[in-house]
């Protein structure tokens, strides 16, 4: 004989009514989350307008990505139009430098030349991923979202990543609001480049000052040559730069190779050569490989014993 079936009744509430807080409905706790959400965005161009230097703007921005998103670490990377790299801001105890990166590698070149935003769960499965961040910055990588930075303008102007989730995994949702964040950062951004370049140009004019005190303060020939130049290559980020002048008598460009009594004077017809194209023409030229380019006269580097690579030269005055 079978035993009758016993039956259990349990009730589940529909819904559960909205709390009340101080006589009034609480918020649904999704609600809740989007008007804090809402409040942050707003806040950041007034976080950023009372920071003056760039490099603080980066940093303030990465943490406030990194801890609305959940995430370990993140960069914002910023395009430099005038070498074709993003760069970025990493701190390394009280210091800080900057990385650079063409803009064309890695997750973020894509993106920064796509203009599209992409979630990585596995980094070093991704074919784009540059694995140089990583060794460059001692981190490993594992997933990241990054996101473009557009200007109000609709231009790329960098990128932005956030990267490791420190629970479950990227969404949709974690890419929205990284692109939320950066379109209301990018105004105060494009302003501190602004004037970082107006910074930078100043400098540059308070080292041409100096070098024109020196000018007018030196006699000898070849310690101006040299003085002049040195000042060219440091302002100028580069290895080496030589000042070529002409001789009327002989039809030459000559200039001094080295100091004091080792110092040896190099000469050659003053059409010949990226030199001599430049001189006889008066226009600047800007040389990315010296090598490759046919005007390039190899036996000037056998001479001072130095490997061009990269080459600019500028219209004689």
């Known amino acids: ?24 409905r609480a918020a649904p706790a999704g609600h809740e989350k989007k ?27 990465v943490k406030m990505t990194t801890t609305e998103l959940g995430a370990e670490r993140g960069s914002l990377f910023l395009n430099d139009g005038q070498t074709g790299e993003l760069f970025s801001v990493v701190a390394q105890g009280n210091a800080r430098r900057r990385i650079r990166i ?31 961040i990583d060794q460059q910055t001692s981190y490993k990588t594992k997933s990241m979202i990054c996101a473009p930075i557009v200007s109000v303008k609709g231009e790329t102007t960098g990128v932005a990543q956030v990267l490791n989730k420190k629970k479950g995994r990227f969404t949709l949702e974690d890419l929205k609001l990284l692109d939320a ?33 020196d000018v007018t303060s030196e006699i000898d020939l070849g ?11 440091k302002m100028l980020h ?3 730069s030589t000042l070529f002048l002409n001789d009327e008598k002989t039809g030459e460009l000559w200039s001094l190779v080295g ?13 010949l050569g990226i030199a001599g ?30 490997s061009t690579t990269t080459r600019t030269t500028n219209s004689p005055t």
């Open 1 to 24: 004989m079978e035993r009758p079936a016993t039956m259990t009744l349990q009730t589940t509430p529909a819904a559960e009514a909205p709390r009340r807080t101080n006589g009034r």
């Open 223 to 233: 310690t101006l040559l040299h003085k002049v130049m040195g000042e060219a290559t």
């Open 102 to 132: 063409a803009n064309t590698t890695g997750i973020a070149g894509d993106v920064f030349q796509t203009g599209r935003g992409a979630i990585v769960h596995d980094a070093y499965k991704d074919k784009r991923f540059n694995r140089q």
């Open 181 to 213: 964040m950066t379109t209301q950062a990018a105004a105060a951004l494009h302003g501190a480049q602004h004037v970082e370049k107006m910074r930078q140009s100043r400098a540059r004019e308070m080292e041409f000052l100096d070098i024109v005190a």
């Open 35 to 61: 008007l804090l959400q809402a409040e942050m965005l707003l806040s950041i161009p007034r976080r950023l307008a009372a920071i003056d230097s760039l490099d603080e703007i980066l940093e303030t921005l």
């Open 238 to 240: 580069a290895e080496r």
């Open 259 to 271: 100091e004091g009594m080792g110092a040896t004077q190099i000469r050659f017809p003053n059409h």
């Open 277 to 306: 194209t430049v001189f006889t023409a008066a226009k600047s030229v800007n040389i990315p490989y010296a090598y490759a380019d046919l005007r390039f006269n190899p036996s000037f580097d056998k001479n001072t014993r130095c």
